[in-house]
């Protein structure tokens, strides 16, 4: 028996206010910051959440500047990074003032390289994320919202490309896609980094299908559609922004990985990738830096992704207390 | 449990099912189809090109029909020579040769001649598996210990310098390109301080024969110690490339699967009861962690392939990562197809197995 | 350092003070609480959620969690020591040999992957110097005793295979294995179904009087309180308010709170009445009020009790202590002078007597 039932329900007269949440029963803490999360609007409080977290705030300030490098660094940075010198020194040039991240073996300024592969590269793992986040919120939606055998085939299909190395895919896809094209990499990124997203989806469907909130909601009559649009996507939302994120750092990586094998971007263009496609060769001669900067500029970008998406984490769960 | 493997059974048909139907359309997107491949290789004499077209029912300018047959020759379900799905001694053809079925398509092993080499692609497979399987073995054995390790202690240790540190290397290592990593590996450890060779799984001048023949084999078996140390130094680099970032990520899942499990009711119970801080953290908390941890690491076999392909590449290490990549520079499609289907296979396996031995860790799905 | 009891004092707390120092500021979840158990006693400690009755439990069993608990002050004095004074390898000794817990929820609070003869005897070997084989005879004798039938069988299953009742009988076979001299049953039978609630206080009183154990038994139940305990502790935001026999407070409530907590039960001679509440909840842990925790909800509370805290004294020798101004007198000479009389205070405990006898 509850000794203390809601006090304004059963006396019909007015509580004084309640206090904050006790450690003591985070469950009801929970509600609370429930009622509260809705009063100020969701993605206010998420943003308010977000800020507390240092390292997602720095992550987030290099991923604009990068955003901005990308937008920006090839009309301010004097060199042409497909402009080949008519002297060419043997191995690059190590870093000095002029070139301050050296040259490679056709005497190309690799700070260019890396300013200018900044867009290509941004722009694979920005358009594939999206790619993957609307085709995967759509089947996990629909997989989670007819369930059945909708639900069984679109999950074997998952299965599927998670049993399949997507490397082994992408390096055939890239060479028959159509090769060299920035819109082909996107698409075969995008095409094949949704299951995660469906998967998730659909996890928090048949999670939420079930919960009370979902069936107050049909209790009153609310239509089927509305159910699912108004009540269970805003709620699976965090989770999938979170894996966004992730898809959008590996995708850049895997942008490198396969411009390195020189199966990706064409070598008329300019990507973190292509910017290392000839460096191991230039390893064994010692020159580092012709590696190492582009490849800086990946895992320094990648990391500022994680720690958003981290932050993202933390901020967009409505478990975390305030 | 039996109920449970069965279902995970018969959840995979339809997974290896798609997989067939994915490696089937990889090779049929040959130029000009798998039939013309075969016309022009060199390499193979115009009698066993008529016998494949034979066996695997090609045809040059395939309806839709034949498109099945083909599929369903390939697969080795129909016998595409007597044109039924039995096979000569009249049972089911996809039944193995030695119960009386047939001996076409890649249920029976055939996975038809690479193009390059004109060798069979089975044959080219196996001859680099040992290579493949030396490294992802190390790397498996190496990660899932130091992951599970990290993470646990991490946890246990909540908030002190031993976790901070272990948070910290994995953010980095978490973001880090592998091939990159490998790179930068080579030119430190490799170019610059001369500790580890960079190339190949042996060194080709100590050795009488290439890896992997049975010259080689038998020399290794005579005097094995100088062979062994040779790959282990080989090893090195590929498999710290191959699991530093894998190892980074998997710290993290132990760590918080552990700290979720530290916080169960039943870890209090088992503190209550006045056991060891040591027996409670192994017995119950570990316990308990380690089914997440098992499906975690199951999932992530994929990635490994995935991983050996970048490592293999990098370290010019002659396995099927490597075969794979040669193979796409060729344009080989039988190989692709050959290995695409072997690797997928093997992942579904993998995690059939983990699926087993989660059954049997939990005695919640044990006696269902 | 105080001096130990009187021997016939099983457990004596004095002044313990358990906070919590999280992110946004400190806790006083345990405020100087102090109450004693005498062996073979059965003492209840009763108040609503976050009062800090299981922390007082935890902090009496050493499982605080450090950080972000920390036991900042107090003795626990059990079986004549101080064990707040014994290093952790000795209080491996104690816990689970000397002093056992039973915990509210049954079907967490046992290892999914162990059965549960595993799970008993594991505690039997670790206190008593006997083979796993012996070990594993306890358990079965152990669930015999809490009434599990066919024992042999069940000693090998899992805790998935039994219910939510039959769970919490293996969870009291577990805390009784190794004769403790002190159980603490932390609402023991709150996540139960009433019929099983019954059954389980029934066995609890039986085990207790068939072993001798003491009995601390927490709960927000006053109805488990009149049927289970011989003196009750209430407690209220982290410090005791009143004190006495089961009688006394449950007839008598001195106490605002207590007397608000009696009033509160729905009784079935009211029907059609408004139920009782007490108005507000219970106060911003981070942000406790100065004088009587209770004053913003009281509806006695009178210019003293905002700012001075008040004693917890007891107008006899007796156990029979309340800290209320309108029972101590109020410091510097303010005049007694509550909202409402005393009469209310009289009719409101005898509309719940009912309950109490």
Redesign the interface.
């Known amino acids: 028996m509850a000794i203390y039932p809601d006090p304004t329900a059963l006396s019909g007269g007015p509580a004084t206010t309640a206090a904050g949440p006790t450690p003591a029963d985070v469950a009801q803490a929970d509600a609370d910051v429930e009622v509260a999360l809705e009063s100020l609007g969701q993605w206010q409080l998420a943003w308010r959440r977000f800020r507390k977290h240092r390292m997602a705030m720095v992550g987030l300030g290099f991923f604009v500047f990068m955003v901005l490098v990308a937008i920006f660094g090839p009309i301010i940075v004097p060199y042409d990074p497909l402009n080949i010198p008519g002297s060419t020194i043997p191995g690059g040039m190590p870093p000095s003032l002029a070139h301050p991240f050296g040259t490679d073996n056709d005497g190309r300024d690799v700070f260019a390289m890396v300013v200018n592969g900044a867009r290509i590269s941004v722009a694979i793992g920005g358009i594939s994320m999206l790619i993957a986040g609307i085709v995967g919120v759509g089947v996990g939606a629909i997989a989670g919202y007819f369930g059945g055998w909708v639900d069984n085939v679109l999950m074997r299909v998952v299965d599927t490309f998670f049993a399949i190395p997507l490397l082994f895919v992408i390096l055939v896809a890239a060479r028959f896609f159509g090769e060299g094209q920035v819109t082909s990499l996107i698409l075969i990124f995008g095409l094949l980094s949704w299951p995660i997203i469906a998967r998730l989806v659909r996890a928090s469907f048949l999670s939420l299908r079930e919960s009370d909130f979902v069936e107050a909601a049909r209790a009153v009559g609310v239509k089927d559609a509305r159910i699912t649009f108004r009540h269970i996507l805003p709620n699976a939302i965090g989770p999938v922004i979170v894996a966004m994120t992730l898809i959008m750092a590996s995708n850049i990586v895997l942008e490198a990985f396969v411009s390195y094998l020189n199966f990706g971007i064409s070598p008329d263009q300019t990507s973190w990738g292509n910017a290392l496609a000839n460096a191991q060769s230039a390893l064994g001669l010692g020159n580092w830096w012709w590696a190492f900067f582009p490849g800086m500029a990946i895992a320094i970008t990648v990391m500022a992704i994680n720690f958003v998406g981290d932050g993202l984490r933390d901020a967009l769960d409505p478990r975390t207390r305030l | 449990m039996t109920q449970y493997i069965v279902r995970r059974v018969i ?1 995979a048909i ?2 290896l099912f ?2 067939s139907v ?1 490696s089937f359309v ?1 090779m049929m ?1 040959a130029p000009g189809g798998p039939a013309a491949q075969f016309n022009q290789n060199p390499h193979i004499s115009p009698a066993q090109i008529n016998k494949w077209l034979a066996d695997w029912c090609l045809v040059r300018q395939p309806t839709v029909m034949d498109t099945v047959r083909e599929y369903l020759g390939w697969l080795g379900v129909w016998n595409c020579t007597g044109g039924s799905f039995l096979s000569a001694h009249g049972l089911p053809n996809f039944l193995p040769a030695f119960l009386g079925g047939g001996t076409n398509g890649i249920l029976h092993g055939d996975f038809g001649y690479s193009i390059e080499t004109g060798q069979p692609v089975l044959q080219m497979i196996l001859a680099r598996l040992p290579a493949t399987l030396i490294l992802m073995g190390t790397a498996f054995v190496l990660w899932a210990t130091i992951a599970i390790l990290a993470g646990v202690l991490a946890a246990v240790k909540r ?1 002190s310098f031993f976790d901070q540190s272990v948070t910290f290397v994995s ?2 290592f ?7 990593l490998g ?2 590996l ?2 430190i450890f490799g ?2 301080l001369r500790w580890f060779p960079v190339q190949g799984i042996v060194n080709v001048r100590n050795t009488p024969a290439p890896f992997a023949t049975s010259a080689y084999w038998a020399a290794f078996a005579a005097n094995p110690l100088p062979y062994l140390y040779d790959i282990g130094a080989h090893l090195v680099l590929p498999v710290v490339t191959l699991i530093a970032v894998s190892i980074a990520g998997d710290s993290r899942f132990v760590r918080s699967a552990m700290l979720d499990s530290l916080h ?3 870890v ?10 040591r ?1 409670v953290i192994v ?2 908390a570990f ?2 962690a380690m089914l997440p941890i098992l499906t975690n690491l199951a ?1 992530e076999i ?2 490994l ?2 991983g050996a ?2 490592t293999e ?2 370290f010019s290490w002659p396995g099927m990562g490597r075969l ?2 040669d193979g ?1 520079n060729a ?1 080989d499609y039988f190989l ?1 197809m050959g ?2 289907l072997i ?2 296979v093997l ?2 396996v993998m ?1 059939l197995v983990a699926d087993i031995a989660y059954a049997i ?4 799905i044990r ?1 269902d | 350092m105080g001096t130990p009891p009187p021997p016939d004092v099983l457990l004596d707390v004095r002044d313990l003070r358990t906070y919590f120092r999280v992110m946004d500021g400190t806790v006083p979840a345990v405020d100087g609480v102090s109450f004693q158990v005498h062996r073979g006693e059965t003492l209840g400690v009763v108040g609503e959620s976050g009062c800090g009755k299981s922390v007082t439990a935890l902090t009496i069993m050493r499982l605080i969690e450090t950080p972000p608990g920390e036991i900042v002050g107090g003795e626990v004095w059990f079986n004549g020591r101080d064990i707040l004074t014994l290093s952790s390898d000795e209080m491996l000794q104690v816990r689970g040999a000397e002093m056992a817990m039973i915990f509210q929820e049954p079907m967490t609070s046992l290892n999914p992957v162990l059965t549960i003869g595993d799970q008993i005897a594991e505690a039997v070997v670790a206190h008593k110097k006997v083979g796993h084989k012996a070990a594993w005879d306890r358990a079965i004798e152990m669930l015999q005793l809490v009434g599990i039938p066919e024992a042999q069988r069940r000693v090998k299953q899992h805790p998935h295979e039994l219910s939510g009742g039959m769970r919490q009988r293996v969870m009291i076979a577990l805390a009784l294995s190794c004769d403790p001299k002190l159980l603490i049953a932390d609402e023991p039978t709150t996540a139960l179904d009433v019929t099983i609630q019954a059954q389980i206080l029934e066995l609890i009183r039986r085990v207790q009087e068939e072993t001798g154990t003491a009995l601390l038994l927490i709960t927000h139940d006053l109805g488990v309180v009149a049927e289970t305990v011989q003196r009750v502790v209430v407690m209220y935001a982290g410090k005791v308010v009143e004190t006495g026999t089961v009688d006394e407070v449950l007839q008598d409530p001195k106490h605002p709170y207590t007397e608000g907590l009696l009033a509160s039960i729905p009784s079935q001679g009211l029907r059609g009445t408004r139920l009782n509440v007490i108005r507000g909840s219970i106060p911003n842990p981070f942000r406790m009020p100065v004088g009587c925790r209770f004053a913003p909800r009281c509806p006695y509370a009178f210019d003293p009790c905002r700012d001075h805290e008040p004693p917890l004294e007891g107008p006899g020798d007796g156990d029979r202590r309340v800290a209320c101004w309108l029972h101590s007198r109020p410091p510097f000479g303010i005049e007694h002078r509550p909202r409402y009389g005393t009469s209310t205070a009289t009719a409101l405990a005898q509309r719940t007597a009912g309950v109490a006898s």
């Open positions: 959840q339809p997974v798609l997989i994915v990889l997107q908030y953010y980095v978490y973001s880090l390109p592998t091939f990159w790179l930068i080579i030119f170019v610059t169960q009711d039943y209090r119970t088992a503190r209550a009861k006045g056991i060891s801080e027996q017995r119950h316990r308990n999932l994929a990635f392939f995935s392909i970048v590449t990098v794979y990549y796409v344009r692709l290995i695409l690797g997928s992942v579904v995690n860790a939990d005695p919640r006696y």
